[in-house]
C-alpha cells in the first residue's frame, strides 16, 4: 500500500507489559495501542500542558468527563492481526485516518506499522473504531458540528477491507 | 434472545483497574474480558492445579509455549459496545459459543452479560475472535484433528450479526 | 506462620494478561492483586447489586467518587516478591490484616498466597499499603471516624517485618 | 533536591488507560512507570533495533529470556505517593539512579517528576526497587561482574529516604 497523504502517523511506544506470556504483544494490549493513537490525533493536551510547549492535535473531539456537554464514545472496533509482534525498544507508529465521517459517528481506520516499514507493507495489525458522538447528559446520539466536520475532511481516506 | 443450550457461561470478574477515567470498562479491558473467558472455556488448568481440585474446561485446545507443538494464535477480533459497563462486584457473565468450526480456524462469538440478565436481552458487548491453529515451530496453519472437531461440535452456534 | 483468625482471606483471580514474557506474574500485576483484594475486603457493592445478592464488605471504607466527602488515598506501598508466580486457574487467595489503626491512616498489611498453603508458609509476596483518609474537596487528611475505628479492629494483626 | 548529576532522567509516556475512575494514574500503573524507565536504562534494543538507530542504554544489565544464562529479578519494590498525578499528554519524567551496588544486588531509588519540575521539588512518587541478579536456570543468586560493577558506577548516587 503507498504512503497516502492524509494520513496521520502516530509513534506510540511498545510496553513490556503489553507483552504475554508468549513473548508477542496481546492482542488487547494492541487494542490498547489504537487508543493512545486515537487520543494523540483527536484530543487536545490541557491547558496547563500547551503551556509547557505541548503540542495540540491536528483535529479536536469532544472528550467528555466533568462538565463536559459532548463526548465521544466506542460503539464498535474490529482488528486483524497479521503477524506477531515482539518487544519494540522504538515501538509502533499507528498510522491513522478516517474512513468514514457519518452523521453522529466517525470511523478511524489504522494500520499498526514499524519504523522500517514507512510503506506499510508488512503490518502487525489492521483495525477500526467507530466512534460516536453523545450528549454527555442524555447518552443520546449528537450531530458532529459542521465545523468539525470540515476540519476532519483533512484526514479522509479510503477504508480497510477485512477479511473476517 | 433465547438462552441457548450449546452456551457456555463463564462467570469473568470485572478489575477496579479495568475502568478508565469516565468510570466505565474500558474499551481494551472488554477485550481482556472476553479472552479470560476463552482461557476458561478451552485451556486446561496445570497438573498440578487439577490435583488441588481445578475443573477442566469442557473442551481443550492447544496453548502452545515451551515445547508445544501446536497453538491457538488469535487471526482477527471484533467487538460491538452497546452499553456502557461500570464498576461490578459480582463481574459479567461471558456467554460464549462457536460460531464456525473450520479447517484450521475457530470462531467463538460472545455476549457479554450480567447476573440480573439470564435471557441476554441487553448485552454490554457483541464480540467475535477468529483463533487459528498453527504450527508453533513454522508458524503455518495446521488442520484441527478430527476427534477436536467433534468434541467442539458440543459448542456450536448460530453466528451473531454485527452492524456495522 | 499460623494461621490468624483477624485476618480477611481474599480469592483473586489471575488473568493471563498478569504473566510477563518471562510467564510469571508481572512485578506491578502483583500491586494489582493487592489492590482487587483491598476493595474487595473494604468498599461495598452498589445498591443495586447488594439487591442482587453481592456479599458487603466486613468493614466499609469512603471511596470517593463524585459527590463524595471523604475518600481513602493510597500514600505509600511496599512489596517482597520471595517466589515467582506462573499462572494459576485457581488464582490466589490474599490475606490481608490491618497492622496499624492510626489517626487518620489505616495500614494494611498482605500475604499473597495459593490454595495448596493455607499455612502461609509460602507466600508469593508479602506487602503493605498505608491509606490515608482525606476531605475529598480540600484533599487534607481526615481523623477517622470512631465508629469506623472500633469495627476495623476486628481486623487488626501484628505487622509484617520488611527484609529491605 | 538539586539535580544529581549521576542520575538518569527517563522520559515514560503516560497512557490513558493508567487512570483510574478518579482520573488519576492509578497506584499499580506507577509501579509500571518505573519499570518502563527501569528497562529503558538497563536493557539494551535487539541487534534489529539498533541497526535502525535505537539507542543503547548506558549500562547494560542482563535480561533472561530464552536461551540466557542470567537473568534479574524484582526483589523487593516501595513506593512512596505524595501527589496524585493526572493524565499528562507530555508523560513524565522518571529519574533514576542507583542507590546501592551489592554482591548480587542493585537497588534503584526513583523520582516520578513532570517536565515542569527540573529540580525535582515535587515528585508524584519516591520508589526503590531492589533487584537480584540470579542463574537463569538454578535460580540462585548469581554474583555481578566486576566489569559490570565498575559501569554501574557512573549512575551511583544516595538513597532516598522514606517515611513508612
Redesign the interface.
Given at each position: 500500500m503507498a504512503v497516502m497523504p492524509q494520513t496521520l502517523d502516530i509513534p506510540v511506544?511498545v510496553?513490556?507489559?503489553d507483552?504475554?506470556?508468549?513473548?508477542h504483544v496481546?492482542?488487547?494490549?494492541m487494542?490498547?495501542l489504537l487508543?493512545?493513537a486515537r487520543?494523540?490525533a483527536f484530543w487536545p493536551?490541557?491547558p496547563e500542558?500547551l503551556a509547557?510547549?505541548?503540542i495540540p492535535p491536528p483535529a479536536e473531539l469532544p472528550a467528555?468527563?466533568?462538565g463536559s456537554e459532548l463526548?465521544t464514545?466506542?460503539?464498535?472496533?474490529?482488528?486483524?492481526?497479521p503477524r506477531?509482534l515482539?518487544?519494540?525498544?522504538?515501538g509502533v507508529i499507528v498510522r491513522l485516518w478516517l474512513s468514514r465521517i457519518g452523521g453522529a459517528s466517525l470511523?478511524a481506520d489504522y494500520l499498526v506499522l514499524t519504523?522500517?516499514d514507512p510503506e506499510g507493507e508488512a503490518p502487525y495489525a489492521r483495525a477500526?473504531t467507530?466512534m460516536v458522538m453523545i450528549d454527555a447528559d442524555a447518552g443520546t446520539p449528537v450531530r458532529l458540528p459542521q465545523e468539525l466536520r470540515d476540519s476532519l475532511q483533512a484526514f479522509a481516506g479510503p477504508p480497510l477491507a477485512?477479511?473476517?
Amino acid at each position: 500500500m503507498a504512503v497516502m497523504p492524509q494520513t496521520l502517523d502516530i509513534p506510540v511506544p511498545v510496553r513490556w507489559t503489553d507483552l504475554d506470556a508468549y513473548g508477542h504483544v496481546n492482542n488487547a494490549a494492541m487494542v490498547r495501542l489504537l487508543e493512545e493513537a486515537r487520543i494523540a490525533a483527536f484530543w487536545p493536551p490541557s491547558p496547563e500542558q500547551l503551556a509547557l510547549g505541548a503540542i495540540p492535535p491536528p483535529a479536536e473531539l469532544p472528550a467528555g468527563g466533568a462538565g463536559s456537554e459532548l463526548a465521544t464514545v466506542i460503539a464498535s472496533q474490529r482488528i486483524e492481526y497479521p503477524r506477531q509482534l515482539g518487544h519494540r525498544r522504538d515501538g509502533v507508529i499507528v498510522r491513522l485516518w478516517l474512513s468514514r465521517i457519518g452523521g453522529a459517528s466517525l470511523t478511524a481506520d489504522y494500520l499498526v506499522l514499524t519504523r522500517d516499514d514507512p510503506e506499510g507493507e508488512a503490518p502487525y495489525a489492521r483495525a477500526r473504531t467507530v466512534m460516536v458522538m453523545i450528549d454527555a447528559d442524555a447518552g443520546t446520539p449528537v450531530r458532529l458540528p459542521q465545523e468539525l466536520r470540515d476540519s476532519l475532511q483533512a484526514f479522509a481516506g479510503p477504508p480497510l477491507a477485512f477479511r473476517d
